[in-house]
């Protein structure tokens, strides 16, 4: 071996002499020779020793010098001392006196003297050993919120209250993402002493915040620690939001300011649930990391069992902001939570959807279907890989277009996409061939399958039985083609499984204007007479945004995209868009369909 391989590392110098005494030409022995004479091989090794050395010798690293722009300013003022007429002093000299160079020197020389650290006040000298323990925390003023039972302007991610039994201000919650959950030093339960020096004692919230509004800068904070209520882990779960929530217009969300406003199919990153009354979460890809309030699922749920209890009828889904009245809540003076005496109905509750034991027909029967309480889905991720086929369903009300929409759809591929044949129990006609138009049974037959539940839609027209067959779907799928589906909105109950996954897509008419403009000028046939053909009656479109209505009030919580089908060209160009998104794309769905 060389001079040049004398500083090599030991360990491995021994190891390649040791092979070379092995008697074998092999191509392993070959290669693994040639790795340990490499050059980059052993620097890395003497890197890594290095680094190992360091860490054995102590733990952590520390500058070599804390004044290393008084060094310089030494060094400039040596070089104005002397002439010399080298590039490489002239280089050093320029470069000594970049501005961005000697900055980066105080930056350097900050962190060496942990000039970062906040500068807290002395203990008292006379302070008594005795005395409660107590902890002074100090945070940079931000926009974040600290509220309690009034309004604040946004301070430092944390929400205060007066506990009812000892009347002292206290930590009520603290907000995950937040300056005071990053600082690790407040927690809920802790009870607040002083504010920038000022006594909080017999002050109410409000006072508090006053004193905060009015800081600058850092805001000083002691407290009494409570003991054993840490912080709690950041929980994992994601959730669909399946209404509208502004928490401008909840009067009894504790801090308005902390609240997150969201909108109906947002994803929401639940952080926490430690509240059994207010939930904090972000928006699921928000720069922001603090979190917000957003009502529990238990406590939304009360909200819609209160707001149908007082109008049964009402479609459009908006809930009464109602909030149940709890003495450890942080929500400000206890107000009636509910316009009637009776409070139970607010009370967390379950209700379970009753099952329908009938063969269904095309009429409307939507009773099973409204006691559905629609709050919260947990979802997951789903990524595309070979053999995942999704379904494509088109939903809406008769005469909105969903069918053209598949059929157009369809005609663009029709090695791709795919409709089932649908079954029917009539004769069949000479000009007709089993298993292209229908899949000709008979009604024995039909009525027997209905009742085993093996087909996702049925009805009956003259009596005549049609449906489609779940086994009709799933033999699509499998084939590696997509299923494209346009069935009446109560098979949605037996679409939306985790064995088909199917991607839902709700097809919504414009406004009523709109809709009779449009379709007028289109010489668009009505779809609710079979007999004859004729144009939409302006009555036929007011029941196109009745049902249209109905639908999304009823099975909204079901749909993953929506398409406002005004023109049909461009309909079809968003639904074609979906179309391929949903094969190539990790999408939102129930978690149940990834586990």
Sequence with gaps: MDNSTDNWDPALTRLLSSLKEVQSDGEDVAFLSELLQSKQLHALVQVHNKIVAAQCKDDKFYPLLSNAMQVTLEVLEMFGEVVISSNEYKELLKLLQKPHFQAILCTHDAVAQKDYYPHLPDIPADADDEEETVKIVQLVKSDEPLGGAQSAEPIVGATIKTDEETGKIVIARVMHGGAADRSGLIHAGDEVIEVNGISVENKSPADVLSILQSSEGTITFKLVPSFGKGGSRESKVRVRALFHYNSAEDPYIPCKEAGLNFKKGDILHIVSQDDAYWWQARREGDRVMRAGLIPSRALQEGRIIHERQTDPQTLDGK??????????????PKTPCSPTPNATALLPCKSTPKVKKIIYDIKENDDFDREMIPTYEEVARLYPRPG??????????????????????????????????????????????????????????????????????HGEYKGNLYGTSAESVETIVNSGRVCVLSPHWQA????RTPRLRPY???????????????????????????????????EEFADIIRSSNRINFLYGYMFDEEIVNEDLATALTQLLKMAWRVQSEPLWVPAAWVQ
């Excluded at 086929?389 to 663009?412: D, F, W, Y």
């Excluded at 949605?492 to 679409?495: D, F, S």
Aim: hydrophobic share 35%.
């Design 319 to 332: 809930a009464a902001l109602c909030s149940p009245s709890a003495a450890n809540s942080d929500c400000g």
């Design 492 to 495: 949605l109950k037996m679409l």
């Design 504 to 538: 839902i897509i709700f097809i919504k008419p414009p406004s009523l204007k709109t809709l009779s403009e449009t379709r007028t000028a289109a010489n668009a046939r009505s779809t609710f007479d079979k007999e004859c053909s004729r144009a939409f009656t302006e």
């Design 388 to 457: 995942l086929i999704r379904p494509i369903v088109l939903v809406g009300a008769p005469g909105v277009g969903r069918n053209e929409l598949r059929r157009r759809l369809v005609a663009t591929d029709p090695e791709k996409y795919v409709t089932p044949v649908p079954y029917t129990s009539r004769a069949q006609k000479p000009s007709e061939q089993n298993g292209k138009e229908y899949v000709f049974v008979t009604r024995e037959k039909m009525e027997q399958d209905i009742s085993e539940g093996k087909f996702i839609e």
